[in-house]
Nanobody, 123 residues
């Protein structure tokens, strides 16, 4: 079983930037596609971004395309989400996920989740 720990969340003003990290332990994630999801209060969890095990292929929700960048460092067993030009609607708890057995954008297909990190964007 892999343990995932997110960090890097916080409070930022509209237009600001944050970089989230997802550090894995327990085993390597170097062969695992990874993803970021988020959940805002009163809303369902939604897909944000995904990355193939090699890092060659990346995927984004339309709402974050052009503003967020997902990357990974397999040597560090870590996945990142660089978030630029943040908007109030990006406010949510952000989760990383590993070990999917289905489409990138469907949370129900992921076996392992982190505890989440809060991102709050003030207007």
């Amino acid at each position: 079983q892999v343990q995932l720990v997110e960090s890097g969340g916080g409070l930022v003003q509209t237009g600001g930037s944050l970089r989230l990290s997802c550090a894995a332990s327990g085993r390597t994630i170097s062969r695992s596609p990874m993803a970021w999801f988020r959940q805002a209060p009163g809303k369902e969890r939604e897909f944000v971004s995904g990355i193939s095990w090699s890092g060659i292929s990346t995927y984004y929700a339309d709402s974050v395309k052009g503003r967020f960048t997902i990357s990974r460092d397999n040597a560090k067993n870590t996945v990142y989400l660089q978030m630029n030009n943040l908007k109030p609607e990006d406010t949510a708890v952000y989760y990383c996920a590993a070990d999917k057995s289905g489409p990138f954008d469907k949370g129900e297909w992921y076996e392992n989740w982190g505890q989440g990190t809060q991102v709050t964007v003030s207007s």
